[in-house]
């Protein structure tokens, strides 16, 4: 899970893309062993697309070196905080 630490591959190359990537969480299923939640934070969805646009091939590519960890993948969700 190297790529996903705070200052692994993605935590960096997003925060040094863009000032509005706001950091990375890696949570781990109480209940389900080997199930996993990733939660990237955004300043606003138009800042996430823009990187996308931006850096799209580096991102699938990062994406796909994490392919061997992961069994299935759900749809992306977009969350909106309520509190700061």
Not at 2 to 24: D, H, I, K, V, W
Not at 34 to 46: K, M, N, P, V
Not at 55 to 68: G, V
Not at 75 to 84: K, S
């Amino acid at each position: 899970m190297r790529p996903l630490r705070p200052r692994g591959r993605f935590g960096r190359s997003s925060s040094e893309a863009s000032p509005n990537y706001q950091g990375t969480e890696l949570l781990r299923d109480a209940y389900i062993p080997g199930s996993y939640l990733t939660i990237d934070r955004w300043a606003s969805e138009e800042d996430f697309r823009a990187f996308r646009k931006d850096h799209d091939p580096e991102y699938e590519s990062l994406d796909r070196t994490c392919d061997a960890l992961t069994s299935r993948e759900n749809p992306h969700r977009r969350l909106h905080g309520l509190t700061r």
